[in-house]
């Protein structure tokens, strides 16, 4: 191996050391990005409106239930529509 030889193999190696730093930085803001989504995607703001909406929701589906299931117990033997 002569001198152009070795010069192009540092080249090569230093080019790879650098493309590996790279893809430890995007890999390490990546990480970032997604912890910072995960901890935005948990804020306890967002369970405080999932309780709020249930809390005021969920009573107008139980009581339409309940409302379902009495019409159909009284029109059972009649079918589902009153005849």
Known sequence: MDAKDNAY???LEAQFEE??????EK????????SR???HANSPQR??????????Y???LSSL???GIAWMV???GRGPLLK
């Open 58 to 60: 969920a009573p107008g």
């Open 19 to 24: 493309e590996k730093c790279e893809t430890r």
């Open 65 to 67: 239930l309940i409302i």
């Open 37 to 39: 989504a995960d901890m």
């Open 9 to 11: 193999l540092e080249f």
């Open 47 to 56: 369970e405080w409106v999932f309780w709020l909406c249930w809390t005021l």
């Open 27 to 34: 890999a390490a803001r990546r990480a970032r990005r997604h």
């Open 74 to 76: 009284n029109t059972s």
